[in-house]
């Protein structure tokens, strides 16, 4: 659920269709979407052996260790863009702004904490052209804990 007033529009980012803007700044280090409502959580190999794997994968999102959530559903928190240097700060399902975030400002994360280990999203970072491949949990949690631990002044 987002905790700002926001609008899906066209994204910035090139070939990545819509996106979420925000409708009202947002400090740095504060909480722009909080988990909510999550039917289920799969295991890695459950994901797997859905009926339509292609779009239980296309919907899915590292919850934590090897659990997933997915969504065919497609809520709004779903048109949150990739950016390797993102907008907002996803960890352990909230996202937070990794900056004072204006008006109209597009709200993206890092889709490398979202991945499997080693999972490669079917399409490239939009600003390098580079691979966007998922982290370990581990080291998704160290770069996550670490951000935020820096977002909050500690």
């Known amino acids: 659920m987002f905790l700002s007033r926001y609008r899906i529009d066209a994204s910035t980012i090139a070939g990545a269709g819509r996106g979420v803007f925000l409708d009202e700044p947002v400090a740095r280090g ?4 909080a988990p909510d409502a999550i039917p289920r959580v799969y295991r890695w190999d459950e994901l797997l052996a859905l009926p339509d794997q292609d779009a239980a ?3 899915s999102a ?3 260790e090897d659990r997933f959530t997915s969504f065919p559903e497609w809520p ?6 990739h950016a390797f240097e993102p907008t907002g700060l996803l960890h352990l399902g909230f996202v937070f702004a990794a900056r004072d975030l ?9 889709y490398r904490h979202l991945l499997a280990e080693g999972q490669e999203e079917s399409f490239r970072d939009g600003v390098s052209g580079e691979p966007i491949v998922g982290w370990s949990w581990q080291e998704s949690l160290a770069r996550s804990t ?3 631990a820096a977002l909050q002044g500690l």
Do not use: H, Y
Request: hydrophobic share 55%; charged share 30%; aromatic share 8%.
């Open 146 to 148: 670490r951000a935020l």
């Open 76 to 81: 709004d928190e779903c048109c949150i863009n």
């Open 62 to 64: 590292r919850w934590f």
């Open 102 to 110: 204006a008006a109209g400002d597009e709200l993206t994360i890092d």
């Open 57 to 59: 994968l296309a919907a």
């Open 30 to 33: 504060r909480i722009v979407v």
